[in-house]
């Protein structure tokens, strides 16, 4: 995993603090150069732990949660979890390939070449695209909650309805926002163990890249997440755009093999959460 450095210190300063707690690889001590059991599992530890506070954050009891870890144990052994599995995500995909349609397919573009507005039913209308995507969803009610429940679409003054953005972004939580939590780390787990088998064997890797700063103003995350948002979707688009000529058509009838293809991009802030105190507890 590349780590990008981005300190903006006084060069001596920094070297000095990069020696101190950066030592040069041929330093490392064997700890830290190989990997035996006790670190797999103390990794797993972690990942548990992670899980435990997202599902107390959630609303679900520790109780609750190693119930469903009991069940999970019992059933990876016949069904393993495959990113196949997130069926309502799937719903949520055909979503945003409908906004994709709307603004890029011609049929639905004005003469400045920005999603036209289009009427709820009828030949060129809401209804009809999502209808092309999700034929077994009743559309009307599918357009209605964009607009009137998550925001996704706007009614103008002429009950015309245009989209706010090209991509899905629901304002809470619901089974399709839900089935993305488990792909994603499916997707990032898968990618990992890819690439520690792809290294030593000369393979080409995929990309697996992070960018972490350290010490920056808590005043300024609203500035950070807005940036964030402003640059992240001209990469999607550029990798879209080139991607494009290597998709099989929409109803293609091809034998070539095909593959799901993904890049996520989030930020993150880490918050400085306090350590439980040991008051009450016998020494």
């Known amino acids: 995993m590349a780590i990008r450095s981005t300190s903006r210190a006084p060069r001596k300063a920094a070297r000095t603090e990069r020696q101190r707690k950066r030592p040069p690889p041929k330093n490392l001590p064997p700890s830290l150069a190989r990997t035996g059991l006790a670190d797999w599992e103390r990794m797993l530890e972690q990942m548990f732990r992670v899980l435990l506070e997202f599902a107390h954050n959630s609303g679900i009891s520790a109780e609750r949660a190693s119930g469903v870890f009991a069940h999970a144990r019992r059933a990876v052994g016949r069904s393993p979890y495959r990113l196949r599995d997130a069926l309502d995500l799937e719903v949520m995909l055909c979503i945003a390939e409908a906004l994709k349609a709307w603004y890029t397919e011609p049929q639905y573009l004005d003469s400045r070449g920005k999603p036209a507005p289009l009427p709820l039913s009828g030949a060129r209308s809401v209804e009809g695209l999502i ?74 890797t995929r990309c697996e890249q992070m960018l972490a700063l350290d010490r920056f103003r808590v005043s300024e995350l609203p500035r950070f997440h807005r940036e964030v948002k402003k640059l992240a979707p001209l990469l999607l688009n550029q990798l879209e755009s080139w991607a494009a000529p290597y998709l099989e058509p929409e109803h293609s009838t091809s034998r070539r093999k095909t593959a799901r293809v993904g890049v996520e991009v989030f930020s993150y802030t880490e918050a400085r959460a306090a350590r439980a105190t040991q008051r009450g507890k016998s020494s």
């Open 131 to 204: 209808a092309r995507y999700l034929p077994m969803i009743k559309a009307r009610h599918t357009a209605r909650w964009l607009v009137d429940t998550e925001g996704v679409l706007r009614r103008l003054p002429t009950r015309l309805l245009v989209p706010l953005s090209r991509t899905v972004s629901f304002t809470r939580h619901n089974a399709m926002t839900l089935d993305r939590i488990p792909f994603l780390l499916q997707a990032l787990l898968s990618t990992v163990s890819y690439n520690a088998k792809a290294k030593p064997q000369g393979r080409e």
